[in-house]
DNA sequence: CTTGACATGTGACACACTGTCAGTATAAAA
DNA sequence: TTTTATACTGACAGTGTGTCACATGTCAAG
């Protein structure tokens, strides 16, 4: 009655330029699909070449045909998420006008796309602490919003809308908690409800970017 | 003219107690110290046994006589870091009167000794993602620390000083920003300056508890 | 001292996983 | 079909782990 129905949405090829996929496109998608599989109901320590490859049709030396190592495959589901949640925040990072609303917007947005592919974020962050390169790319890709937020901040205190402060601090502060706590709470099942874990992320960032705050001095 | 000044630094006998450390005291001591050490230098991912071993005076196998593998040194480790913190984070915990005040003390406080040890705070936090048992204790650092903080601005929401919110995503997600952004600030040299990570977390801590935010809603 | 008993440490082993390579099978092109 | 390029494989060596029987060290009682 079912049948896996997923199997070459990895591939994300331009429509006009369809045509049959090749022997070696196709196994690549069963791999990257299998581990996908499997980071739905497994850490990313229990993974191995091994066990991966035989739950594809391909025998485990396979594998090198296709990936350096598990960190290489990992950093490939990396690249897809990326482009998902740039998407997303593109409201408040790019959109004109009142920008609390576009604020709630992208929140919104990114608590969606980490709630739908929330185990490859974890996956990833659990594997960059065991590889210099993956690791290298994972810094890479925090700090690729750390200068967004940043530069959208200082765009927005230039014109009166955020308080003044050390734009760069905020914005890591602000980005590492997203990341820790959408990990946390999507990383793996049983997921959270998305819900409360937006109204927290929600109201940190708005009260600490756009309510006119009484900080006494220490 | 050097020499080194902490191998004992591990010990923590109580004073009135002390008396000539047993051998097996001392080979548990000098491994721990060793594994310090190379976190000062190195992630977690380059210590082996054998590695470790080779930096002591006893051979490899006797690692086994002290510890079950290398997560189990690391969560001596944590076990000592969380006192540590605990230490500092009293004043807003538990203190008395205008909570403003408390809370930038424990704020400082948990930046200095993070700044101290702060490779330990790393190398528990790295090794944590590939040990169930480690990832467990880790998870339970954590969880001890949201439920202090819940459990603090739940008391504070009933007299009026912080406003109306659920508690535990918002402790959460404060708690998670704060143990990210300490690890990549001090968790391995160089170390970031405590200054701005501090200014930036008193921000967001501030702003969300204690300023009367003026949230539109939705 | 010397002895004995217990505490501490060791070398050698089996295991699991990795990454490579020469050679084979299979797919695609001619 | 034949040819050629591509995809795949099994066997191997390497690295690190954890365990075991045995060796060595320590220290108190005789």
Chains 1, 2 share one sequence.
Not at 52 to 62: D, E, K, Q, W
Request: proline letters at 6%; a negative charge.
């Amino acid at each position: 009655m079912s049948f896996n129905s997923t199997t070459n949405s990895l591939l994300k090829s331009i429509p006009a330029l369809e045509r049959k996929p090749t022997k070696a496109e196709r196994t690549r998608a069963e791999i990257l699909q299998a581990a996908l599989d499997f980071f739905w109901s497994h850490p990313f320590r229990e993974l191995t070449i091994g066990g991966l490859m035989s739950s594809t049709s391909a025998g485990r030396s396979a594998f090198y045909q296709y990936f350096e190592d598990l960190y290489d495959l990992t950093e490939t589901l990396l690249r897809g998420l990326e482009a998902g949640i740039l998407e997303v925040a593109t409201p408040w990072f790019e959109g004109e006008g009142d920008p609390l609303p576009l604020l709630k917007e992208s929140l919104g947005g990114l608590v969606r796309v980490c709630y739908e592919r929330g185990p490859i974020l974890k996956a990833v962050s659990d594997a960059a602490v065991s590889d210099e390169r993956l690791e290298k790319e994972w810094n890479g890709f925090l700090a690729r919003f750390d200068g967004a937020v940043t530069a959208r901040i200082e765009q927005q205190q230039a014109v009166g809308s955020i308080p003044a402060f050390e734009a760069r601090p905020v914005a890591v502060a602000l980005n590492r908690m997203d990341a820790a706590l959408l990990i946390e709470a999507f990383g793996s099942r049983p997921r959270r409800q998305p819900q409360p874990v937006l109204d927290a992320i929600t109201r940190v960032w708005v009260s600490t970017l756009y309510s006119q705050t009484t900080q006494r001095s220490q």
